[in-house]
């Protein structure tokens, strides 16, 4: 059964609008969110990360929003470029500190940014 | 570029096999983790390896094993090879327990 869920697939933008990766998850027991981007080819990139104790947590162009009442987080791109056309997971922490060596992905989100 | 580097980039391994798979961490990296990608699945953890000791496991058999080296680098080994373990392997290295993990690019195994 599946702790983290990215629902949607894939999603595609225009660039410099707004792009919206939605995440569920189970398990009210994690402490510890993060985002990573993966290019083809490539491992995994550490995007932007959310402790439980916030509902918002942003870095430049990127914002992660969470919502613990409703298990749920999403990541909001603002503006979108066609640089952040990738494949976008969801990730959680079973571990209160952040611990990022034993995470909970999602299947990810596929994230198309046109030109 | 994230300084972890693994190899071989790709393998191709008979059913019944064994495979050994190799990760090079960054210098002063003492975290190791390892994480099976299936097609069109997340990262599903393997292993955590903290000061060459296993630090928790996650839902795979004895025939999944690991090393890690005092010199930052670290081996994921498959026994009895089925068709099922065919994916993309990956490691992630990070200075300490409870910091960020940097990727390597994976190794894609076949199992035929």
């Known amino acids: 059964d599946q702790q983290v869920k990215q629902n949607s697939p894939s999603l595609s933008v225009q660039e410099g609008r707004i792009s919206i990766l939605n995440c569920d998850y189970t398990?009210?027991?994690?402490?510890?969110f993060l985002w990573y981007k993966k290019y083809p080819a490539e491992g995994p990139t550490f995007l932007i990360s959310?402790?439980?104790?916030?509902d918002k947590n942003e870095d430049g162009r990127f914002t992660v929003f969470l919502n613990k009442s409703a298990k749920h987080l999403s990541l909001h791109i603002v503006p979108s470029q066609p640089g952040d056309s990738a494949v976008y997971f969801c990730?959680?922490?079973?571990?209160?500190?952040?611990?990022?060596?034993?995470?909970?992905f999602g299947k990810g989100t596929k994230l198309s940014v046109k030109p | 570029e994230t300084g972890v580097t693994q190899s071989p980039t790709h393998l191709i391994k008979t059913r019944g096999q064994q495979v050994t798979l190799r990760c090079s961490s960054q210098?002063?990296?003492?975290?190791v983790s390892w994480y099976q990608q299936a097609l069109g699945q997340g990262p599903q953890f393997i292993f955590q390896?903290?000061?060459?000791?296993?630090?928790g496991r996650g839902n795979f058999p004895p025939r999944f094993s690991g090393l890690q080296f005092p010199n930052y680098s670290s081996e994921l080994n498959v026994n009895a090879l089925e068709l099922d373990d065919s994916a993309l392997y990956l490691c992630?290295?990070?200075?300490?327990?409870?910091?960020?993990?940097?990727f390597g690019q994976g190794t894609r195994l076949t199992v035929v």
């Open positions: 992630a290295s990070s200075p300490d327990i409870n910091t960020e993990a940097f």
């Open positions: 398990n009210s027991m994690f402490d510890y």
């Open positions: 959310i402790s439980s104790i916030k």
């Open positions: 990730a959680a922490s079973p571990n209160y500190g952040g611990s990022q060596g034993n995470l909970i």
């Open positions: 210098s002063g990296h003492n975290t």
């Open positions: 390896y903290y000061r060459e000791e296993e630090n």
